[in-house]
């Protein structure tokens, strides 16, 4: 048997991410909790992490 592909996903080390968790009350903060309700692949990423899980 193979072992499952580890899919990465570009969320994990995405530069915008970053600098909203570094400070979560800026505009680029707003603007990433406001991209996350829409975007495809960071809902890909969350439902991998919770298979993960």
């Known amino acids: 048997m193979s ?6 996903h ?3 080390s995405c530069p915008l991410r ?3 968790e570094a400070n979560p009350k800026s505009l ?8 996350t309700t829409w975007c ?9 992490l919770a298979k993960q899980k």
């Open 28 to 35: 680029i903060a707003r603007f990433w909790r406001w991209h």
């Open 18 to 20: 970053a600098r909203a």
């Open 10 to 12: 570009k969320c994990e």
């Open 3 to 8: 072992e499952p592909i580890k899919t990465q």
């Open 40 to 48: 495809p692949g960071w809902k890909a990423y969350q439902a991998d």
